[in-house]
């Protein structure tokens, strides 16, 4: 009897097994370069502005076949690049108090649906996804100094004063990414994203005179993909 129900209970096991319909539950890390799209984050027409690290990691639930939930903490340094601002255009940023430079470190977390197009169709899987977030900004911003003249600004002759200031703001995650199965139930991939912030004042000034008048923080990140143990992915197709 015992034989005949250890038997049954073993059959019953790989049957489950063996109908089971894989699962994409995981736990990402993201590691890459990022910068900060701003007022005063460098001459982007010349490709002159500061690169930094941006480090995330994310809890994604399968939904669907085609559809996860994913949740993603992180953080960023931020930082923008003295450049030459005309005079005449700056003059007014001493009473609003807007930064010409900036530095700190931005953290943020965000819920995600994430689209798969093309779900367990082999090796390699690609995705996207659009979600909402909150982000909190901690920087040192150097102010322009009380006081000033136009004729002082034209040449230089002053010295930025440092304010530590921080911004929290709404935004709205925007990624896509490829991975690439591996055995063991990882993979590994690249993933594109930028986190359009609703604030303009992550860089701690409002200006907007950039060609797309928002702040955001790009991002490229290399990931590391652990399927979790529970939940079996399809082999590796070779």
């Known amino acids: 009897m015992k034989k005949l129900l250890l038997s049954l209970s073993l059959l019953i096991i790989f049957s489950l097994q063996a109908n089971a319909q894989y699962s994409r539950n995981s736990v990402t890390l993201g590691v890459g370069p990022a910068f900060v799209y701003g007022d005063n984050a460098g001459d982007f027409s010349s490709l002159n502005f500061p690169i930094r690290p941006a480090f995330t990691l994310g809890y994604t639930q399968e939904y669907n076949e085609r559809f996860d939930w994913r ?42 649906p994430v689209y798969h197009f093309t779900p367990y169709e082999g090796q390699f899987n690609f995705y996207g996804g659009l979600g909402l977030g909150l982000m909190f900004v901690n920087r040192t ?9 136009t004729d002082m600004l034209r040449a230089n002759d002053y010295t930025l004063e440092s304010q530590n200031r921080n911004t929290t703001s709404l935004y709205f995650p925007i990624r896509l990414g490829v991975t690439m199965n591996l055995e063991n139930n990882w993979a590994i991939g690249l993933e594109l994203g930028s ?36 939940t079996p992915r399809q082999p590796v197709i070779e």
């Open 71 to 112: 949740v993603s903490l992180g953080t960023q340094s931020v930082s923008g690049r003295l450049v030459d601002y005309p005079a005449d255009d700056i003059a007014h940023w001493i009473e609003a108090r807007n930064a010409l430079d900036f530095s700190g470190q931005a953290y943020y977390a965000d819920f995600m």
């Open 195 to 230: 986190l359009i912030a609703t604030s303009p004042r992550i860089d701690g000034n409002d200006q907007q005179w950039n060609s797309i008048p928002i702040d955001m923080l790009p991002q490229a990140q290399l990931i590391l993909r652990k399927y979790l143990p529970w």
């Open 141 to 149: 911003d150097q102010v322009l100094p009380f006081g000033l003249t």
